[in-house]
């Protein structure tokens, strides 16, 4: 039950105010002639919206505001909590510091969305010559709070891909393609 309602917050998270959209979308000069729509959908992190720019229709995804703060938090917490606990419970092979460490990397990783960016990126080139049924959206623009990116509403997503192939041998070669991506 703990695992259900803590897994809707990794895909159905409350939405932000679009005031809070638009304000982290303006700091970025270039993208003053974007419309922002409606939210499509809200996660642990951020959240997409539908957009225009420049003749194009976009998906913009922005990072909850404050998240960055939230992370620090929480991280700090984790240090702490690993320090007084750790040397009672936790067997001297163990070097749970190091994958908190390893942890704080990638959620700050995440956090950043010129490296999503660079990661789509990097997936498109890795499936430009595929014969595969695949497309990824093109990136527009990346910055570190905002990733405006070409919207696919009509293209099939990967996540609908990967749980409706029922090619395994096919599927494993989709997954690989995209480990190579990092």
Known sequence: LLCHRLSVLHADAPPHRIEDTIKMVRRYGELRDLNIHGVIGSGTVGQVHQGEWRGKRVAVKVLHPGIQELLDVDLTLMRIALTLVSPLVVPPWMNLHEELQQFDVMMRQQLNLRHEGRTLRRFASNFRFSRLPVRFPGVLFAGG????????????????????????????RVAVCGVKAF
């Open 145 to 172: 709070d905002v990733l405006v990116e070409e919207l696919e509403s009509d293209c099939q997503r990967m996540n609908d891909f990967m749980v409706n192939c029922k090619d395994q041998k096919l599927k494993e």
